[in-house]
């Protein structure tokens, strides 16, 4: 059975950065694609960034372009998301998302894109 755990996420200034990961086991790890999602209180689950299963591909959504950076490392099962200049709306729980590579890699999915969930990990950007 698939797992993803989060980890990294809390209190930040605007302006600052964190780091967040996710580390996946009970496959293997370059049969999934990766995306990080987010959802605000009151807010629908919205895609953040995801990236293909070597690595090659990411993309990113219009809010977070040229301030986040997804990125994974095959060799530790780990995904990560690199958010710098936060700001205060980018607060949220972030949840990392496996997706099978055996279908089409979207840019910018849907969570129902994604099979796999982890619990989520709580950003909060202060102004």
């Known amino acids: 059975q698939v797992q993803l755990v989060e980890s990294g996420g809390g209190l930040a200034q605007a302006g600052g950065s964190l780091r967040v990961s996710c580390v996946v086991s009970?496959?293997?790890?370059?049969?999934?694609?990766m995306a990080w999602f987010r959802q605000a209180p009151g807010k629908e689950r919205e895609v953040v960034a995801a990236i293909n299963w070597s690595g090659g591909r990411s993309d990113y959504a219009d809010s977070v372009k040229g301030r986040f950076t997804i990125s994974r490392d095959n060799a530790k099962n780990t995904a990560h998301l690199q958010m710098d200049s936060l700001k205060p709306e980018d607060s949220a729980v972030y949840f990392c998302?496996?997706?099978?590579?055996?279908?089409?890699?979207?840019?910018?999915?849907?969570?129902?894109?994604?099979?796999?969930w982890g619990q989520g990990t709580q950003v909060t950007v202060s102004s």
């Open positions: 998302a496996a997706r099978e590579r055996l279908y089409s890699f979207e840019s910018l999915p849907r969570p129902v894109d994604y099979d796999y």
């Open positions: 009970g496959g293997t790890f370059t049969n999934y694609y």
